[in-house]
């Protein structure tokens, strides 16, 4: 499990949002849970020291 405290902040991390404020995915959702702030793997592990990218594109207009 990964939390909002988990952000590297000098790669200027945000907030994990909820599932309900973004409209694409690129791994498939049975791989993983996103809450609000917080990301839970449910099935495959990565492995031990693998970078975790998680990320949002913001788009207001």
Same mark, same amino acid.
């Given at each position: 499990?990964? %939390? &909002?405290?988990?952000g @590297? +902040?000098k790669?200027? /991390? $945000?907030?994990?949002?909820t599932? &309900? /404020?973004i409209n =694409?995915? +690129?791994?498939?959702? #049975? &791989?993983? #849970? @996103?809450e609000?702030?917080?990301? %839970?793997? $449910? &099935?495959? +592990?990565? *492995? /031990?020291g /693998?970078p #975790?990218? *998680?990320?949002? @594109?913001?788009?207001? =207009?």
């Amino acid at each position: 499990m990964y %939390t &909002n405290q988990d952000g @590297v +902040l000098k790669y200027g /991390s $945000s907030r994990i949002l909820t599932p &309900n /404020s973004i409209n =694409g995915i +690129l791994q498939p959702d #049975i &791989n993983y #849970i @996103v809450e609000q702030g917080k990301l %839970t793997f $449910s &099935n495959y +592990l990565p *492995l /031990s020291g /693998s970078p #975790i990218i *998680l990320q949002f @594109v913001i788009i207001y =207009g």
